[in-house]
Structures are given as structure tokens and as C-alpha cells.
């Protein structure tokens, strides 16, 4: 590392690209020192309406050594369409998946950005899952339940084009929702009927 | 199979649990005559606000051989909350995961009860998702970025109870989510800049 990356790096960081950069980076060194306060659960709840219509509530998690309340209570339909033999009343569980990887790798594009200096001027994105329902209809032998790929276009503008597109890489380095999507995540199911 | 269970299998199926079960089953032949019917293609887009702040939106979709659009355009923000440096304009992309997997298993159970001619009364869950945010914020060393581990809690009531436990299982087994989060998709991200 040269002396002039050390220089880089403890320059005083200004708010940038609407990040707080100067509290993330307090934020993070906050966490080096305490690694406890990192330990998050994330919640959501579902009660069933009728047929495939569900709704969704998203509202309290856990962070930083406390319990957390969003600013409002979110509560989200789910259904699905005429084709699929729903009502339509929201978009599908599988499109909320695609919605969340778009959001996640766009949110670290935001803060990646700043940190390191580069502005942002607009970040727009496309995800397309392909799926063949065979798999979920119980008739394609070998056809899996899910996406069978998923593809993510952006389209950035900002600095220097390439410094954008090792934000975007780094982004998603570090992406939560990337990591679930791609490498999968153990899942446990309770079920308590009464 | 026992001569009885041909003839429960065949027994015409009245509309339950708000699933209009006949509709369903001839979906299901129709794709088994035609199964280029069941090449699906779900879309999300977003566009980037401010910081951690950005709004997807959900509109069409491919299926059944034609471009299709939902009912209505949904329009979703996202953010970090304020502990984590955003503006908590709206649920995390994580928490959307989890909204995801409590709906797409719910339909799920739906769907398989009618087919099964078993009443449900009511079916509710939480989700839980451990995280540890060292993985995203570059401070563990093998630390992941996403969930560590997810709990699904369902509560359902209905007819018998052994019953409504293996419609759970078969909703499971039969998630296009659940394979999603716990098996993993390949994820294409292109960039372009400008």
C-alpha cells in the first residue's frame, strides 16, 4: 500500500450520493470494535387470505444489541395471476425475489460509491428470473421448483465508467441478497397445526 | 395405488379454501398436453433514489407462450434502516426475501390442501433470518454475507392434523422459493455505463 492510498483512504469523507458517509464509516469502525453489534434477525410475517392470495407484514427486527421497529409497518399482497390460476392480488412470491436482489446490489452501489469518493447520477436496473413450472406442477422429472438462472442488467451513470463498473463488482462482493440467491441458505420449517 | 385411491384421484373437485381447484387440475393437464406452456419468465426493475433508497417496480411478465401484465403496476421502496446508515424508507431487500418464502410456501399449502380436498380455516407464519453483518461490512474473514440460517414458524388450522402437516411438506417440496433460498441460482449481472 503507498503512502498516497493510506492518504486516500483517511481523507475526511463527505455525504455523497445521499449516503452519510462520514456515519457509515463511523458506523463500521463502531462494529470493528464491538463485532457483537453486527448480529441481525430480520422478520417477516404472513397470514393467508384465500386461495393463493397472502399478505405480508414486515415491521420489527433485531440489531445492534436491541429490538428494532421500522419507521412504519409494511404490509405487502402476494398472489398469483389469472394464468397461474390466482386472483392477481399482488405480484408472485418469486418476483418479490428478484425485486430484493436488484434493491440489495443497488443499496451497495449507493454506499460503495460514496466510500470510496465516486458520485452516482442514476442507477436503474432490470432482473429477469426464467423458471419452468414443470418443476412446481409436479411434471417435469428433474425440473427444479425455482429460477433456473436470473439476470441482472444495469445501467449506471456517474464518474468515470470504469470506476463504476468495479463498484457494481464490489457490490456484488458484498451483497447479502446475492449471496442467499446464489449460494442458498439452510431453512428450517416449524409447524404447530391446532 | 389401490383401486380406491384412482377413484379419490378422479373424484371431480369443487372449488376450497378459495382455490378454484378445477381450474387448477385442468391448468395442470393442459401444461402436461403442452409443456412449452410452462416456461415462465418473471421480471423486477428499479431505479436507484438516494442512498440506500431505491423503489422497484413489478409489472409483466412472460407465460404460457404470450407477454403478460399483472392487474396493476407495483411500486415497492426499499432502505436500510437508520441503525445501518439509511433513511428507513421502506423494508430492507433481506426482509423482502423472507416475505417471499412465508408467501410462496402459503400458496403452496393452498393449492395442495384443495387438490387434496382438505379444508384450511387459517394459515399464519413468521420468518426468521440470522445475519451477521461483519460478511457485508468486510470485517469477517468468512463471515457470508447473507443469512446464516432461516426459521419458518406456521401455524395452521383446518381439518386433521396429520393431514395439514404433510401439505406442508409437500408445499416444501414443491416451492419454487424455498428451492430458490436454500439450493441457490446462478445470477448473470451486466453493466453498462454511460
Not at 35 to 61: D, E
Not at 73 to 79: E, Y
Request: charge should be negative.
Amino acid at each position: 500500500m503507498s503512502a498516497t492510498t493510506v492518504a486516500t483512504t483517511r481523507a475526511p469523507r463527505e455525504p455523497r450520493n445521499g449516503v452519510d458517509t462520514p456515519n457509515l464509516l463511523a458506523t463500521i469502525n463502531a462494529v470493528k470494535e464491538m463485532p457483537a453489534l453486527a448480529k441481525f434477525q430480520f422478520r417477516a410475517s404472513n397470514k393467508w387470505v384465500s386461495g393463493t392470495h397472502s399478505k405480508g407484514t414486515i415491521s420489527g427486527f433485531y440489531g445492534a444489541g436491541q429490538e428494532m421497529e421500522h419507521n412504519s409497518v409494511h404490509v405487502f399482497d402476494v398472489d398469483h395471476p389469472a394464468v397461474l390460476v390466482g386472483a392477481d392480488n399482488g405480484p408472485t412470491p418469486v418476483e418479490y425475489v428478484l425485486h430484493a436482489l436488484a434493491a440489495c446490489l443497488t443499496a451497495g452501489i449507493a454506499n460503495i460509491a460514496a466510500a470510496r469518493n465516486i458520485n452516482l447520477t442514476s442507477v436503474e436496473s432490470t432482473v429477469e428470473g426464467d423458471i419452468d413450472l414443470l418443476g412446481i406442477l409436479g411434471l417435469g422429472e428433474g425440473v427444479r421448483n425455482g429460477f433456473q438462472g436470473i439476470k441482472v442488467s444495469f445501467k449506471l451513470t456517474g464518474d468515470d465508467p470504469d470506476k463504476l463498473r468495479k463498484v457494481v463488482e464490489q457490490s456484488r462482493a458484498r451483497s447479502a441478497v446475492y449471496d442467499i440467491v446464489t449460494n442458498g441458505v439452510p431453512v428450517e420449517i416449524e409447524v404447530q397445526t391446532g
